[in-house]
């Protein structure tokens, strides 16, 4: 793309800077480092940097949800929803059928006695997106705080029964076609009772296990299964010469736009104890003390940024025992190296 910054804010992330300097700072508890005077997009969608930031912190909420459940006597369960997707289906098509299906799941008066038949509170739903050998795979989980009462296998059979019929209805699964319909009623709900922050789900073939905390709110860290791959393992194989992968993270970018990644039911965030923040206001919360190692003046970070192995040997050299010194010395080396002719760009 000629102009990358026009097209997503996601392209001037921890690039562009907002201030006129830039810091680098020092984590006392952890000694990580990290800028700060940069623009942050705070896109979870599209940006590994701030995905892996926002997500954690995220993660950290659904966890003190599981734990306000529990102290309540209530029950917390995992509901995964998936609906039928092949590779001809356009990323932006599926994922507003997908949220008409959603949305007809929790209509009228049957889903009003549902709630009240098993002591709902609320829900926390989390987004997924993966590519596989069937295309576009969009599906939820949902964390639903229920009475703890529910039996999970009895609440499968009236939640896929609503799902079957939402899905038909938004255009997701054709009920004339019974291989689609069978497969549909053995794999598109799946519920798990009794959930807790301890609790590990097996995801597969993914030799890692998640906490159900992590499962609703770190999606994008995740790695690729068999059955499909996050969009940030598409930025890796285009970065490796795929072309096709580069342009697949492309569609995804512009189908997910305004679309929100974790939704927490009206009302819960306050039963919980929870500060309703926004993914930026998250992204810029710092919570840890760090120290001040220096600034870099704009000439100084244009060097740096002109290759992301400067700005990563920035960081680097502040985690190590060379610390300030070791990064001025840096900075020397590279205005040695800066070609004459080259000027300084506008701030």
């Known amino acids: 793309m000629l102009y990358p910054h026009d097209f997503h804010r996601t392209a001037k992330c921890k690039h562009v800077t907002v201030a006129g300097s830039v810091g680098v700072h ?119 705080v229920v009475g703890s009462h529910v039996d999970a296998e009895v609440m499968k059979e009236t939640v896929l029964r609503r799902w079957k019929s939402s899905c038909a209805r938004a255009g997701l699964l054709d009920l004339g ?69 580069g342009g697949q993270f492309l569609e995804y970018a512009a189908a997910i736009h305004g679309k929100r990644q974790l939704y927490w039911s009206p009302g819960l965030k306050d039963l919980v104890g929870v500060n309703d923040l926004t993914d930026k206001e998250v992204n810029e919360e710092e919570r840890e003390a760090a120290d001040l190692l220096g600034l870099l003046d704009l000439a100084d970070w244009w060097l740096i940024r002109k290759s992301p192995r400067h700005k990563a040997k920035i960081l680097n050299l502040a985690e190590s025992n060379g610390g300030w010194p070791a990064i001025q010395d840096f900075i020397r080396s590279l205005r040695a190296h800066q070609p004459a002719h080259e000027a300084l760009p506008e701030p």
């Open 26 to 144: 020092a984590s006392r508890e952890h000694g990580s480092a990290f800028y700060s005077g940069l623009m942050n997009c705070s896109n979870v969608w599209t940006c590994a940097v701030c995905a892996a930031k926002v997500q954690e912190r995220r993660r950290l909420e659904v966890a003190q949800a599981v734990e306000w459940a529990a102290a309540e006597g209530l029950q917390c369960v995992m509901v995964t929803l998936t609906f039928p997707h092949y590779v001809w289906h356009k990323l932006a098509e599926l994922l507003e059928q997908q949220s008409v299906a959603l949305e007809k799941l929790r209509e009228g008066s049957p889903w009003t006695k549902f709630k009240e038949r098993n002591g709902y509170r609320g829900l926390i739903r989390s987004l997924e997106l993966t590519l596989g050998g069937h295309g576009w795979h969009p599906h939820t989980h949902e964390l639903w």
């Open 177 to 245: 076609d019974a291989a689609q319909v069978a497969a549909f009623e053995a794999h598109a709900v799946d519920i798990k009772g009794w959930c807790t922050a301890s609790d590990y789900l097996a995801k597969q073939d993914d030799s890692r296990n998640w906490g159900v905390d992590a499962e609703i709110a770190k999606a994008s860290t995740k790695q690729g299964r068999a059955k499909g791959k996050h969009p940030f393992g598409l930025l890796k194989l285009y970065q490796e010469g795929d072309q096709k992968a």
